[in-house]
């Protein structure tokens, strides 16, 4: 470099020469080897000042990060969501305790008691945020949040007596569904309409210390919901990652018999599994979790179930053992499963243990509970078919006339969980007769002796000698005058359309009782009613009914009680007179059928006044008495409403002007101001009601043809009238002005008849005429519609 940097002298500079203050300059090269060299030594140069920049520069964002990182928050943009820089608050400066109360006061909202975090060096404590319920009487103070804190390491704040805190990570907190908690477990998966159910209270929160290996800090949320004389416990699992200090909301709980959830060393490993014991009864039931890692630097773990819905590894005779515990034969299971443990040449999988571990757990207290000595020979007879002794329960059964009669009230009660034991093992193994007896037995007495015969003999290995021994314990049940409870236990509950029908075929339709023709009452005539919507026990099914499976035995029998129509056959045809008069007429249920997913009924009733071509009116309706209820609040106008709501009057007008330039109702141009559009509309009636359970109500606006013809008319509008508009129409708008439901379609003969509420629902439905059809549309949290 020496050879190609001249030193400046102190001679005057002459025209060329550079200008004073610079002590060295680059010269010119005189020739190409000069040239090469001289833009060598010049990109070396460029790349130790740009490496020596670059250094600086991290080393001041480095000092930024560890001082200061709100100065430093705008990297974020750059960087992947696991390498965020973790300041929750940007420019929040640090507060003293009694600073986040007033603040949190300032919110109505309340600081709770703080639990500091041991495991956390960084001087942290943890706050629940409480928030206090309006019109409450119980369990008025909900935890709302979580937030963690920790002491402020800036100079600024370390000599100051008070200690100041930075807010380093924060968890909105809301309790499980209130559907989810109510569910049984083994509906917890199929919850009807679970999404549109409120979130419950949580109102404690614990420490929930795992083992000493753990890095970070486990809580539990909880609460109580009673139920008779007891309560279910509920609650959010929340996990602090100490070393990102974040909170993270791991599992949602609940547990029937009112048990918290314990760590638990079940299936060996160096962390202890969580178990949430949700037994009821003498049936056990434990959800097991392990802590497994995740490849996620935001949240570096989770809790996984150790299912039994998915064998460990392929065999026919281990994903029996699994089907056996699934259906609650927890000791058959595994004494299947140590069978094949000992046929196998090598150790299970890892998985598959941890599988048989979890049977293994359940085992041990179904065969405790067999062992018990029983003074109720109901009971006793209930813990041996749990736990799979199916000889020694017959035994039981066989031993006295007063047994029969109270084992047969036990098998009368039984929701399906002793049915799907029985069909279980026979299907993993048809040879075992006493099983069969058992299937008979329940059949017997909750559908009668015929199904539980038809049954019988649809199994393929059962031997005459088996069906003769079954045969003698159905004539013990029919000695002691045992009824077989064949009458559904819930009401018909049915919503459709109705039409009229002319020929009526006997052998389309299914009856109960199928001997000889159908025949029609006297003054009355034969109905067909489209099924919408019904209720089968459990939940509400919707056209179309594709998954509704009849069985080869006694399909008849199975439609109408899952109908619910065996103990009062009855249903309203409601028809809508001319002046909008209700008209109600009582008729019967004849018979079923089902076809393409489409469910019909045959019904006979007096002949009702239905004019075809009354546009003016819903068509005729089928219902059930038990089926709904109509919600009709009291309707306000629109200038009522502005009285009572101003804002939400100014939100929704434009709104409903847009809605109705769209449909080609008023011409399309400049939206009026608010006051103008209040004083053309402000005679329109409207409803302010909670339709999808949501803290602020909806609004129901029910615009009339007489009402769209006058606007036009002050509009100076000339439309001619369509068929389309001689119904009312209908808006459905929230709190925000945003249209949830609107009948003004193109194309479209929708049309909402009314709102009602259904049973077992604590949401409101529409019940919305298309076509020549009936449907039922509730709101869908996750959707965000009506459907």
């Known amino acids: 470099m020496a050879n190609r940097l001249r030193k400046l002298t ?8 550079p200008r004073a203050g610079m002590k060295y300059l680059f010269v010119k090269p005189q020739n190409n080897s000069q040239l090469g060299n001289w833009l060598i030594s010049t990109l070396a140069i460029a790349a130790l000042a740009s490496s020596v920049g670059l250094v600086m520069t991290f080393a001041w964002i480095s000092i930024l990060f560890i001082f200061n990182p709100e100065k430093i928050i705008w990297l974020n943009k750059y960087l992947p969501e696991w390498a965020q820089i973790t300041v929750v608050n940007e420019g929040e400066r640090p507060q003293t305790l009694k600073q986040i109360k007033i603040a949190l006061g300032q919110k109505k909202l309340v600081a709770g008691q703080t639990l500091t975090l041991a495991k956390d060096k960084k001087n942290s404590f943890l706050l629940p945020v409480i928030q206090q319920r309006s019109n409450c009487q119980l369990d008025c103070q909900v935890i709302v949040e979580l937030r963690v804190y920790q002491e402020s390491q800036d100079l600024e704040f370390q000599s100051l007596p008070e200690k100041y805190y930075h807010l380093v990570s924060q968890l909105k907190t809301a309790g499980p569904e209130e559907a989810f908690v ?19 209270p949580l109102n404690e929160l614990e ?19 009673p139920q008779g004389a007891g309560a279910i416990a509920y609650g959010k699992i929340v996990y602090y990652n100490s070393q990102r200090s974040q909170l993270h909301e791991m599992l949602a709980w609940k547990s029937p018999n009112g048990q918290v959830p314990k760590w638990q060393q079940v299936t060996g490993d160096a ?56 259906n609650g034969l927890w000791t058959p299971a595994y004494e299947w499963l140590q069978s094949i443990q000992k046929q196998r040449k090598q150790a299970f999988p890892p998985a598959a243990q941890a599988q048989m571990t979890v049977i293994q757990l359940h085992s041990q207290i179904t065969k405790s509970q067999a062992d018990q000595i029983w003074a ?14 199916w000889e020694k329960a017959l035994q039981v059964f066989a031993a006295s006339s007063e047994n029969v009669q109270e084992i047969a009230t036990l098998l009368q009660m039984d929701g399906g969980r002793l049915w799907n034991r029985a069909t279980t093992a026979l299907r993993v193994n048809p040879k075992r007769s006493e099983v069969a007896a058992w299937g008979a037995l329940i059949l017997a007495v909750q559908r009668g002796e015929e199904r539980a015969i038809s049954w019988l003999q649809a199994q393929p290995q059962i031997s005459s000698d088996t069906l003769t021994r079954i045969q003698d314990l159905l004539v013990m049940l029919n000695h002691q005058g045992v009824k077989p409870k064949i009458i559904s236990t819930h009401p018909s509950r049915i919503v459709g359309a109705v039409q009229p029908i002319t020929q009526v075929i006997s052998s389309d339709w299914l009856r109960p009782n199928p ?6 009452p006297d003054n009355e005539v034969w109905y067909q009613i489209e099924v919408s919507a019904f209720h089968d026990g459990k939940r509400w099914l919707n056209f179309p009914f594709a998954n509704l499976q009849l069985p080869k035995i006694s399909p008849a029998k199975f439609l109408w009680e899952t109908l619910g129509i065996y103990s009062d056959p009855g249903i309203l045809l409601v028809i809508w007179l001319p002046n909008g008069e209700q008209q109600i007429t009582t008729a019967t249920i004849q018979g079923i059928k089902i076809q393409d997913g489409v469910l ?14 009354n546009w003016l009116q819903p068509q005729p309706l089928a219902l059930t008495d038990a089926a709904l209820e109509w919600v009709q609040p009291s309707p306000l106008t629109v200038e009522q409403l502005s009285q009572q709501d101003p804002a939400r009057v100014k939100i929704l007008l434009p709104t409903v002007w847009r809605t109705l330039q769209k449909s080609g109702q008023i011409p399309p141009g400049t939206m009026p101001s608010v006051p103008q559009m209040q004083q053309q509309l402000g005679y329109w009636p409207v409803q302010v009601m909670n339709l999808t359970n949501n803290p602020q109500p909806e609004t129901v606006l029910t615009i009339s043809t007489e009402a769209i013809a006058a606007l036009q008319e002050s509009l100076k509008q000339e439309i001619e009238p369509t068929k389309n508009l001689s119904r009312p129409r209908t808006l459905i708008l929230s709190n925000s002005g945003k249209v949830l439901y609107t009948d003004f379609q193109s194309n479209s003969e929708q049309s909402l008849t009314a709102i009602a509420k ?5 949401s409101l439905a529409l019940l919305v005429e298309n076509g020549n059809k009936y449907s039922l549309k509730r709101w869908s949290k996750k959707n965000q519609r009506f459907e």
């Open 758 to 762: 259904l049973s077992d629902l604590s």
């Open 600 to 613: 019909r009924l045959l019904v006979a009733g007096q002949k009702i006044a239905n004019d075809q071509n």
């Open 376 to 389: 109720i020979p109901s009971q006793e007879v209930l813990a041996d078919l749990i736990d799979g002794r």
């Open 182 to 200: 109510l569910a049984s477990t083994d509906e917890a998966s199929r919850v009807d309409n679970a999404e549109n159910s409120l979130p419950l």
């Open 515 to 520: 001997q000889g023709t159908l025949k029609l």
């Open 10 to 17: 102190s001679k005057p500079l002459g025209k060329n020469q």
């Open 207 to 225: 420490t929930f210390p795992s083992d000493k290996s753990s890095s970070g800090i486990w809580f539990d949320l909880q609460g109580k919901l």
């Open 271 to 326: 962390t202890k599994e969580l178990v949430i014991d949700q037994t009821v009864g003498l049936e056990p039931q434990l959800r097991i979790y392990q802590v497994k890692p995740l490849n996620l630097a935001a949240q570096p773990i989770e809790l996984a179930e150790i299912s039994l819905k998915i064998p460990a590894f392929k065999d026919n005779a281990y994903e029996d053992a699994l089907l056996l515990a699934r």
